[in-house]
């Protein structure tokens, strides 16, 4: 009998092995539910970029652009909250990137659009598309380049910095444009942040600041005096702090360029350390 056990082994080999597999995949816990917390600020950024895709319809630009600065708001809020939550997530980072498709994407497209561009035709909803298209290669370059990137940097304009470029436009200007000779600039409007959302150009992060730190009593004036601006003067703050990050760029890559003749610094391209507090990024942080 036993001679016949041994026998029957190796023929049954695969076959015990498979059902060993099987029987340890079973036993496994399966991981369910969601992080809540930073998923509610994440479903808030999606809400807020289909409220501005629904009144931009409507034709009530004034009351849609602004969403997408909501958005923008809540999307550094989901990313910080889940790290100091400990919420970080395979799903926070997936979901986190289809909002702002929503947000940063499609909204501002279609914001865009039916504020000035519907006059060009063809060309104008061309250019829209071109806007989603980088807002999404974008965010798609960012989950799988964020492990090992320079926190100080974002490697082409940050989605939720792009999409602020046309609504801070449209809600200082909110009357729209329905001559095609005043939207043809209106083109660069959209055009501009499109190609630097999927260009190589650094763009300096504010993922290194420490708000865990003693700061001097001036840093809490300079945020109440900012805060002030922006409740006074909205619609022309908004527009200065839009265009002025995306002329950083430029700035930024035009000092490193001069700074790298001089031997003084490492090419663009050339990885550098991080500074700051050490921690890893969020799979959920603002793009």
Request: charged content about 15%.
């Amino acid at each position: 009998m036993d001679h016949q056990i041994q026998a029957m082994l190796p023929h049954d080999e695969g076959r015990l092995r498979f059902l060993r597999r099987r029987t340890d995949a079973q036993r496994r816990p399966l991981r369910r539910g969601v992080y809540l917390l930073p998923s509610l600020f994440t479903m808030g950024n999606m809400f807020c970029g289909y409220a501005c895709v629904v009144y931009a319809m409507r034709g009530e630009y004034e009351t849609a652009a602004p969403f997408i600065g909501f958005a923008f708001v809540l999307d550094m809020l989901d990313g910080r909250i889940a790290r100091l939550t400990g919420g970080e997530s395979d799903f926070g980072l997936q979901f986190d990137s289809l909002a702002d498709v929503i947000s940063f994407g499609i909204a501002p497209a279609i914001l865009s659009f039916a504020w000035g561009l519907s006059s060009l035709g063809r060309l104008g909803w061309a250019a829209g598309f071109m806007f989603l298209a980088c807002a999404a290669m974008r965010l798609a370059r960012f989950n799988i380049q964020s492990a090992g990137a320079d926190k100080r940097y974002f490697v082409g304009m940050p989605s939720p910095s792009a999409a602020a470029v046309p609504a801070a436009t449209v809600y200082a200007y909110p009357w729209g444009l329905h001559d095609y000779r005043e939207a043809l600039p209106a083109l660069l409007i959209v055009l501009i942040p499109a190609l630097l959302m999927v260009s190589t150009i650094r763009f300096r992060s504010f993922k290194t600041i420490d708000l865990q730190t003693r700061q001097p009593y001036r840093v809490l004036l300079l945020i109440a005096s900012g805060i002030i601006l922006i409740a006074w003067l909205h619609r022309y703050v908004l527009v200065v702090m839009a265009y002025s990050y995306l002329a950083s760029g430029f700035v930024e890559l035009a000092i490193t360029r001069f700074r790298h003749r001089g031997g003084r610094m490492p090419p663009l391209d050339s990885p550098q350390p991080s500074i700051g507090t050490g921690s890893e990024a969020s799979p959920q942080a603002a793009k």
